[in-house]
């Protein structure tokens, strides 16, 4: 065992002593370190991550040990560069020499635009431009941030119907200074996009002493019916702390609202038309009974008013068993003269024509009215 113990001593210690892969911290290079207004400089850099989009700026009032005091305000931001790194991490762009809003001395600050925070400072100088002495460093306690940071928290119901999306802000913060920090004031923006963060102060409620650390909870808010992509800022004593993404999703039920009013409204409209039509139109007369009810035409009314036909006597006369007993004679019967029909005025009792016995005469045997034919025999 002690063997074996002293070769794995040898196998290591060669391997601690080498430097980490990819520990490299990220660096810029220029190839001038002065030039004017209109002119360009190259900026190369290396030790970055490898396809991350980095934005290249000329910063006023910075230097790398502080970097830049102002933050991206005392950046001339509109003459800036993006440029993306190669496979192994490396890049090389041209920047245009613009004057920064603050005097120097200067910076040509590069950082990471997505993904996990990086940044680095070149010195540089704009000739012409006005320079100044830096502001001085407050002693005492520094709060520098720890881990990365992250937002708590979830959307409500609340939220798909347009409420306003809130999250907590969560990091761990360290005292590198040499006094106690109480109270600390930081500086929370929210950016939508390309557009510049809204700050906002808010105040911890604690003590940090010198060397220790604590956690910082910050509530974080946007406007009512936010979506997109959003960027959580973190600033303290005019130094960017660090930045966090946040990815707001479409409220829905704001949506369907505007579906369900665009389809709820003109049916609405519909029936209240259909209601004012037909209270307006103009009522149909009709005749009322003395009662004062509406009086419609019953049945036994209408049954009386339709013709009734009486079957004539010679048609009963035709059917006589004579008849019948040729199976190829057929008899038609002869249609009855008008006066044999009983009207409608007259009831079967009351007409002169018919005895009381309901039969004009007796069938007959030769009678002309039931004509005959015979067929082959």
């Known amino acids: 065992m002690t063997v074996l113990a002293a070769v794995l001593a040898l196998l290591v210690l060669p391997l601690a002593g080498a430097p980490a892969v990819g520990a490299e911290k990220p660096s810029v290079k220029l190839s001038k370190s002065q030039a004017g207004t209109g002119g360009s400089i190259t900026v190369t850099g290396s030790g970055w991550r490898p396809k991350t989009l980095l934005m290249m700026l000329i910063c006023g009032q910075s230097v790398p040990s502080r970097g830049v005091i102002g933050g991206t305000n005392s950046c001339a931001n509109a003459d800036g560069r993006a440029v993306t790194t190669d496979a192994k991490g490396d890049f090389s762009k041209e920047l245009p020499v613009a004057e920064p809003p603050e005097p120097c001395p200067c910076v040509v600050h590069v950082a ?3 993904g996990e925070k990086a940044e680095a400072d070149a010195i540089f100088m704009v000739a012409g431009h006005s320079v100044e002495p830096l502001p001085e460093e407050e002693s005492g306690g520094r709060l520098s941030v720890l881990t990365d940071t992250r937002l708590d928290g979830s959307s409500g119901l609340l939220t798909s119907f347009g409420a306003p999306p809130s999250r907590t802000l969560v990091f761990t913060v360290g005292n590198v200074g040499t006094a106690a920090v109480k109270d600390p004031v930081f500086q929370v923006g929210t ?14 409620r604690g003590t940090v002493e010198p060397g220790k650390k604590a956690q910082i909870e910050l509530p974080v808010e946007l406007a009512a019916g ?35 009013l665009a389809v709820v409204v003109p049916a609405a409209v519909f029936r209240i038309g259909m209601a004012v039509v037909d209270r307006l139109r103009p009522r149909r007369p009709y005749r009322r009974s003395g009662s004062g009810r509406r009086r419609g035409l019953r049945l036994p009314e209408l049954t009386l008013r339709m013709p009734r036909l009486s079957m004539p006597s010679a048609t009963k006369a035709s059917t006589a068993p004579e008849s019948r007993t040729t199976s190829t004679s057929a008899s038609t019967p002869t249609p009855a003269p008008a006066s044999t029909r009983t009207l409608p005025w007259f009831t079967p009792d009351s007409d002169p024509g018919i005895p009381a016995a309901g039969q004009l005469s007796a069938p007959q045997e030769n009678s002309p009215t039931t004509p005959t034919r015979k067929g082959n025999t």
Do not use: C, N
């Open 112 to 114: 990471t635009v997505t």
């Open 191 to 204: 950016s939508h996009g390309v557009f510049a963060p809204t700050w906002e102060e808010q105040q911890w």
């Open 226 to 260: 936010a979506h997109g992509d959003y960027t959580v800022s973190l600033k303290y004593g005019g130094k960017m702390l660090a930045e966090q993404p946040w990815g707001v999703g479409r409220p829905w039920g704001v949506t369907l609202f505007w579906i369900l």
